[in-house]
């Protein structure tokens, strides 16, 4: 526990810092947006209604969602699209706590305020809003609240935050990483409500004073929890820089370290993207802002190039390779050594009892059972060629975080899932992979993309070119199974393929 604990505090300040920046960020715009348009919905009461009903319904989108529809909006991920998301969602309560609280100034004090002779817009800013400040600080108040538990879904989207520790903990079962983001999540929120409850007690009491010092602790604190991102940016400038991304599941983690690892000894400053979605890393890695992330072959041909026919994992590479440099601004640098296939699998005795060993034989049986899958497994064009080659037809489809997908089908509650085929927990779970005698599944070769860029830095390519055909079916499993079942850290799983591995040649720089 002590260890694990160590590993993932080591990554504390880095993703509290930027959680804080975000989040501040995403607030602060927030307030500067929001208030003009209260002021607007005060002076012409009939936008009031359609200003607060767009508020709310932006307040009715999953967070995750909001957050997803940003990047093609955008066109980019990171910062940007979190941000944009972070904002839109802070609105609501400062833009009603403003618009209530203005609305419900006493009728005779307007009234007094007209007869000494002061202009509506007067009124406004120096009667209404002042005397509604007490309730917009308590709008403020929520919308922390609401921003900070958001910002920690801003991982999918390749903005770093807590939500690290969460996204990664969920897919490793890492309960400390899990742990470790929810309570640096609860610190931050508990925090920004007491700062910001100090200034309004400053606004109910009219205290100059104290409201200067709410500001001054606020600047403070948000100062000091931002120190280690001021540190990196003090760092060695004349370092090569790499940005580095990964998938939402373990395999995708330790692979990722691993990257960052030989970069790293090649005297590259590394960013790590983790827990991308598909669609997100691949377009931001045409985009140029990723330098390098591992995909899949299957992936590529199923869903980007849109081929269902069956192939050889070698027509597969090399029909992807050019498509990918062609259509994309790709490279594929080579594939690492392994396949990770999607397959069915069921649990070995209840396949024995069903006389179950391939796909045409679960068709026969499929109206009875259920079948679980991870989040975009029912969305793949694969999947639907698979179901219509078969003939598959199931009583249910679960979709399971990839994390929950195992124990799920080990304890019952479906009677098949989309496994992984090098999975450790296949064999952990005494699970037996079907056979596909139609070659309906695409091959699923491990390869590693860089952006056309990141291409043409010769000192990048020759880091990464030792990993080509270096990691076979079975050293991968066995990375994850140390990850999914012993608990180990990513860091090490990650340095014993890497020892595994003959380092680069030196590359000298250019």
Known sequence: MGEAFQAQWAHFPNYFAHHVLLTVGALAIGILF?????????????????????????QTIPGLALLALMV???????????????????????????????????????????????????????VQLPLALPVLVAGIRTAAVWTVGMATLSTPVGATSLGNFIFSGLQTQNTVAVLMGCFGAAVLAIALDGLIRLGEWAAVRRSARLAWTSIGLLTISIGLACLPILAAGFGDSNRPRATVGAKTFTEQYILAELIATKLRQAGFDVTLREGLGSTVAFNALSTGELDVYVDYSGTIWANYMKRLEPASSQVVLEASRQWLADEAQIQLLGPLGFENAYAIA????????LGISDLSDLAEQAPQLALGGDYEFFARPEWRDVESSYGLRFREQRSFDSALMYSAVAKGHVDAISAFSSDGRIAAYDLVVLDDPLEAFPPYDAVVLLSDQASQNRRLVEALRPLIGSISDSRMREANRRV???????????????????????????
């Open 346 to 353: 069921m649990r070995s005795q209840m396949a024995r009892s």
């Open 72 to 126: 093609p909006l955008l066109g980019r991920i990171g910062v940007v699209p979190a941000l944009v998301a972070l904002v839109l969602y802070s609105m609501l309560p400062i833009l009603r706590n403003a618009v209530t609280g203005a609305n419900e100034v006493d009728p005779n004090v307007l009234e007094a305020a007209r007869g000494i002779g002061m202009t509506d817009q007067q009124i406004l800013v120096r």
């Open 484 to 510: 999914d079942l012993e608990g180990a850290s990513i860091e090490a799983a990650a340095a014993e393929l890497s020892s595994e591995i003959a380092p680069q040649a030196k590359v000298s720089d250019f």
């Open 34 to 58: 929001s208030l003009p348009l209260a002021a607007l919905a005060l002076r012409r009461p009939a936008l009031a209604p359609p200003l607060l009903g767009l508020s709310s319904i932006i």
